[in-house]
């Protein structure tokens, strides 16, 4: 008798282990798919409609500003129409991952010029974490992010038209902020650019003109001070418009769906031998980054494993009182 609940009780302590090593392997999965953290972090998201005339085009559609601390992504849009045009943005940041989108179309018989545009930027405030050897000093530090998107342009006009006619611009930029000592900054940024631009007239009634995006950004390195802030920042824009003579048709597209984020395939960070980071709200464990939309439906079982995670850890701390 007492052999068989000795067993039993060893079968039910294999399954409870079991159980807990599933339950952790689930937490750590929800967290690599954006748990909170405590680190600094703003997410900003803004649109813009009308930027630099005098009158926002099409509809007098709001522009927005949009933006969290510590408190997760963030997203933004809008579209609208007015007469013989129609423009829409959005914008969306956090999780290590920033993406724009902007259209402006007018056809022929609009004299309503203009712009719009779209930024998503995350500033994330980390700490390094030092080997165990680590007895003070400077590091060399820097990043590296991978950016993908398109500008397009189209032009159309039957009558005398010339110069510009509608133009889309995307722009990244990644860099950070660290101390090299008590009393000096230094920053490092990298930025890369596509452009599209589209006329039309007598001699090139139709126009069109496109430009990709696809790049690996990289700041120079830096000699920081690890135990002092450090500030890392991401940021992607784009823009939209056309010119605004009534006898032409004009399409303006950026599309950074794709968008801007950590570098993927590598570590996050350039760090010597045995450093590492955790920025949470960025997705980044161990100096990995791993993409939130990879596992979209993980957070809605958030709460079960967080439960069964607290019920294990209960579990361990009782055997290891008996011990």
């Known amino acids: 008798m007492h052999a068989n609940c000795f067993l039993k009780s060893t079968l039910r302590c294999r399954t409870l282990r079991g159980l807990c090593t599933a339950l952790r392997l689930a937490f750590t999965a929800l967290v690599l798919a954006g748990a909170p953290a405590s680190a600094a972090t703003i997410n900003q998201v803004t649109g813009t409609n009308g930027l630099g005339v005098a009158n926002a085009p099409c509809g007098m559609a709001p522009g927005f500003n949009i933006q969290e601390i510590d408190n997760g992504p963030v997203g933004g849009g809008f579209s609208s129409s007015g007469s013989n045009c129609s423009v829409s943005v959005s914008a969306t940041a956090g999780g290590g991952v920033a993406t724009v989108t902007a259209t402006y179309q007018k056809d022929t018989g609009s004299s309503v010029q203009g712009r719009v545009g779209a930024t998503a930027s995350s500033s994330y405030e980390i700490v390094l974490i030092a080997p165990s050897g680590y007895t003070g000093g400077k590091i060399p530090f820097s990043f590296g992010a991978d950016v993908s998107g398109t500008t397009s342009a189209y032009a159309a006009s039957l009558s005398r038209f010339g110069g510009r006619a509608s133009g889309a611009t995307l722009t ?26 589209a006329s039309a007239n007598l001699s090139q009634p139709v126009d069109t003109d496109t430009d990709s995006l696809g790049a690996t950004l990289q700041t120079g390195v830096a000699m920081i001070d690890p135990t002092r802030r450090l500030t890392i920042g991401m940021s992607l824009s784009a823009g939209a418009g056309a010119n605004g003579h009534a006898d032409f048709d004009a399409l303006a597209i950026v599309d950074a769906a794709n968008s801007l984020t950590f570098a993927s395939g ?17 997705n980044i464990f161990d100096n990995v980054w791993y993409d939130p939309r990879a596992v979209p439906e993980a957070r809605a079982s958030w709460l079960i494993a967080m439960a069964g995670l607290a019920a294990c850890l209960s579990g361990r701390r009782v055997r290891r009182g008996r011990e």
């Open 266 to 282: 590598r570590p996050a960070f350039d760090l010597p031998p045995g450093w590492s980071v955790d920025v949470a709200d960025a």
């Open 172 to 197: 990244a930029q990644i860099g950070f902020t660290g101390f090299t000592s008590n009393f000096s900054t230094v920053t490092m940024t990298d930025t890369a650019s596509a452009s599209a631009a």
